[in-house]
């Protein structure tokens, strides 16, 4: 189909022609055009954020809950420069999005026009790709291409600049399978001959584990689901990352826990003994080695992983499969079974003996009291209530509180849990809620927040109110910044240096200003009652959750030290990070 | 249990490893880059070794297919080998790219640059440059009487050692267009 239209018609029937319903975003000058043209259809919804970054995050949330791509639609200027922290986000997570912004007119640019910046410059670093559209008959081609690349391969924020004078002008309109998708084409099928090496690997290994990361969850369902099987079939135990959660169940009897800085003692300590490390999808983070000399030392590795710039990144590995998860599992499964479905019983049994052993130091036991909500009481509470709702989603904010959050909560699916992994941006998980009803309005969506994280995008309550959005925002208020509070007790010796603030607002009373409802609870024997009464409102809520002001969050590996050197508690933090650990984040 | 039959691993550095990353030897590779003569493509490519703590010793690009709007840029960096294989592989990812070659592994290349050098002087001096740039074959594509400005071209080590030379006979500037390669044979 190629018909002319103007630009800013052109930006809506390609979104249309790419299966769009939904796009976030907020006007300004450079985006009338496109804003005009919204105004004129039913087809695509628009929602009204209060912040261009809260736009962005929403965008994630929608993106994550879905598997499909987030749209964002901003204004030149200011409005992209909100948008950047979070399309990095997004670049750090491997989520797919669409972002198009406003441009000064073509003949202006450079010209240090009102309201111009460089947008293509300033997110080239922080996008897959980007694009700076000048040509009318080439825009409605870069768009589609833009959907090709965010979704393709390793997944990622792509940027569109539109001039506004390219939204007036006549061009050429061409659907998605005229447009093409240029030569970007990321292999998916991985090398067989590694993969039959790994599978030999797999028959003799006596201590393998499978490691495994948000790579999976992007893979998409397929690719869940061939894990599930590989995991089931052969008996190992398997632990995830942060951003992989989810994807192997909560409640499935190989599951270790999350590994990593605040992972499970017995998924770490799997980690450093194995003799085989199977990853899956995830990229050898620093949160996740620990000192790299002394990660997990005596075990082959293998890396399933799309992005060839991940493998040997940080570990050297000696099994690099590049591919897409789904395909590589599908393979590696083929092969394990025409082989014989052979795997060392013997050894596995000791093995697990081993992790059974490490399970009993109950790493997550915390101290309870009948007199405060203990975090980890208010969160193993929230599983409890909620626990049975497979529409539950759950997003967080960047603290202890997320760290609690993954390891008291059980994910029994993908897809059903957001947060900022990579880049650790607070104000996150806010937006990402409204981003995950405006695509589920079923759902039960739940933000478990921090004070402090959930006052940095607090506007979109602004938005909620206005979509009639049930989100639930179950702030966990300890009135503090309880993670740089918790590394300055650990790493400066207990000088709070501007950890927690003096003035936080009454969040009831925020909560009504909003239109919304406001629970405040302080006391551990009102807990379950207000929160069945925060489930029940059939609307937005926010839960000031008041709990234990200065408590850590356990376990923990502390910076520049190994696996198997984890703190299980306060009592083990007295001069736990040297002065070489101090330097690092 | 047998043993697994592969060689094991060893770790490399991250910004998180407190070892001396420098502990490995340095190499120098050229790397041949095909990428869509789009713009800003250059500007990605500089920006993934600024960004990433990469060293670009020379960097050349040009259009080399008109029609196809295809331009090859080549670069010369020094690196670990880790490093090494981190930069082909983060250049492989850049959207617009659409080959990377790394033409110091993959057998025999030629290397070749042209510079420019002006050098002033009279008498003994300037005949001794003259001299000189006959034996490296230069060609002076400008003189007056008090000046000569030669054109070099040859490898990068020829045109240092060419410098070299010229300093001491009246040097004063020069331009160098870095570095342009290719695979010998077919
Ligand atoms: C935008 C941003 N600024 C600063 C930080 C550094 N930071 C990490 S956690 C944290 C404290 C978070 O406090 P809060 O949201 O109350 O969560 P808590 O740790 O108390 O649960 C800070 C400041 C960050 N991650 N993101
Ligand atoms: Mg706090």
Redesign the interface.
């Known amino acids: 189909m190629t018909q002319p239209m103007t630009g800013a018609k052109m930006v809506v029937q390609a979104l249309k022609d790419q299966g769009v319903d939904v796009i976030f975003g907020y006007p300004g000058g450079a985006v009338l055009p496109i804003y005009d043209e919204l105004y004129q259809q039913t087809d695509i919804q628009h929602i009204l954020v209060r912040h261009e970054q809260g736009a962005v995050h929403a965008a994630e949330g929608y993106a994550r809950s879905t598997g499909k791509p987030g749209v964002v639609l901003v204004t030149s200027g200011p409005g992209a420069t909100n948008a950047v922290t979070g399309i990095t986000d997004a670049l750090m997570d491997s989520i797919p999005l669409v972002v198009l912004s406003g441009q000064v007119p073509t003949f202006l640019i450079g010209n240090d026009a009102f309201q111009e910046a460089d947008t293509v410059g300033i997110t080239r670093p922080c996008t897959k790709h980007n694009w700076l559209v000048k040509d009318p008959d080439k825009l409605a081609e870069t768009i589609h291409q833009g959907f090709h690349v965010a979704t393709s391969g390793r997944p990622g924020p792509v940027l569109i600049d539109i001039p506004k004078d390219v939204q007036f002008a006549e061009g050429t309109y061409v659907g998605p399978v005229k447009a093409g998708h240029g030569h970007y084409h990321p292999k998916v099928k991985g090398d067989r001959e590694t993969i039959t090496r790994l599978v030999e690997a797999m028959e003799t290994a006596e201590r393998p584990i499978f490691y495994t990361g948000g790579g999976v969850i992007n893979s998409g369902d397929a690719a869940t689901q061939l894990l599930r099987e590989l995991v089931e079939a052969t008996g190992f135990p398997i632990t995830s990352t942060l951003m992989g959660l989810g994807a192997y169940p909560a409640s499935g009897k190989n599951w270790l826990g999350m590994l990593g800085m605040h992972g499970l003692y017995e998924a770490n300590l799997a980690m450093h003994d194995c003799d085989l490390m199977i990853c899956v999808g995830a990229r050898f983070d620093d949160r996740i080695t620990g000192r790299v000399a002394d990660f997990s030392p005596n075990s082959i590795k293998a890396h399933i992983d799309i992005d060839a710039s991940s493998i040997n990144k940080t570990i050297h590995v000696d099994l690099p499969i590049i591919g897409d998860v789904a395909h590589v599992l599908e393979d590696l499964l083929r092969i394990w079974k025409s082989r014989g479905r052979k795997v060392n019983k013997e050894a596995l049994k000791p093995w697990w003996a081993q992790i059974d052993e490490w399970k009993t130091v109950d790493c997550l036991r915390y101290t309870p009291s009948a007199q405060t909500i203990k975090p980890q009481y208010a969160l193993q509470r929230l599983e409890a209530l909620t626990r049975h709702r497979k529409d539950r989603f759950i997003c967080t904010e960047v603290g202890q509180h997320q760290m609690w959050a993954a390891q008291f909560l059980g994910f029994e699916a993908p897809n059903h849990w957001m947060t900022s992994g990579g880049l650790g941006t607070m104000g996150y998980g806010m937006p990402a809620s409204v981003g995950v009803q405006v695509a589920h309005p079923e759902a039960l969506v739940i933000n478990v927040a921090g004070e402090g994280s959930w006052l940095m995008n607090m506007q979109e309550m602004g938005t909620a109110v206005q979509y009639r959005l049930p989100v639930k925002q179950f702030i966990l208020n300890n009135e503090r910044l309880g993670m740089v509070r918790q590394w300055q007790s650990l790493l400066h010796g207990g000088r709070y240096s501007h950890s927690w603030s003096e003035a936080l607002p009454d969040f009831v009373k925020l909560a009504e200003a909003f239109g919304a409802k406001g629970i405040q609870c302080s006391d551990p024997a009102d807990l379950d009652d207000a929160i069945a009464e925060m489930l029940a409102y059939d609307g937005p809520v926010i839960f000031d959750c008041l709990v234990e002001k200065h408590e850590n969050c356990f376990p923990m590996i502390p910076s520049g030290r190994a696996h198997n050197d984890m703190l299980l508690g306060d009592a083990d933090t007295e001069g736990a990070i040297g002065t070489k650990g101090a330097v690092l984040v | 249990?047998?043993p697994?039959?592969?060689?094991?691993?060893?770790?490399?550095?991250?910004?998180?490893?407190?070892?001396d990353p420098n502990a490995e030897a340095s190499e120098r590779h050229t790397l041949a880059v095909t990428v869509?003569n789009e713009?800003?493509v250059l500007?990605?490519v500089i920006?993934l070794f600024s960004?990433r703590g990469y060293n670009i010793d020379s960097l050349t690009v040009a259009e080399v297919d008109h029609a196809g709007h295809k331009s090859r840029i080549t670069i010369v960096t020094t690196g670990t080998p880790?490093v090494i294989?981190?930069i082909k592989?983060?250049l492989?990812?850049?959207?617009?790219v659409?080959e990377v070659h790394d033409l110091t592994v993959e057998g025999p290349s030629v290397e070749r640059e042209l510079a420019l050098f002006k050098v002033t002087g009279t008498g003994e001096k300037r005949v001794e440059a003259l001299r000189l740039a006959d034996i490296f074959r230069a060609n002076v594509v400008d003189s007056t009487l008090e000046s000569f400005v030669f054109e070099i071209t040859g490898t990068p080590q020829k045109i240092d050692a060419f410098g070299e030379l010229m300093r001491p006979l009246g040097l004063c500037e020069m331009a160098r267009t870095g570095v342009a390669a290719l695979a010998r044979g077919n």
């Not at chain 2, 060689?7 to 407190?18: E, F, M, P, V």
């Not at chain 2, 492989?92 to 617009?96: A, K, L, M, T, Y």
């Open positions: 249990m047998a697994l039959n592969i060689q094991q691993g060893t770790s490399r550095h991250s910004a998180y490893d407190l070892r869509d713009a800003g500007a990605r920006g960004g880790a294989e981190q592989a983060q492989g990812r850049i959207v617009p659409y």
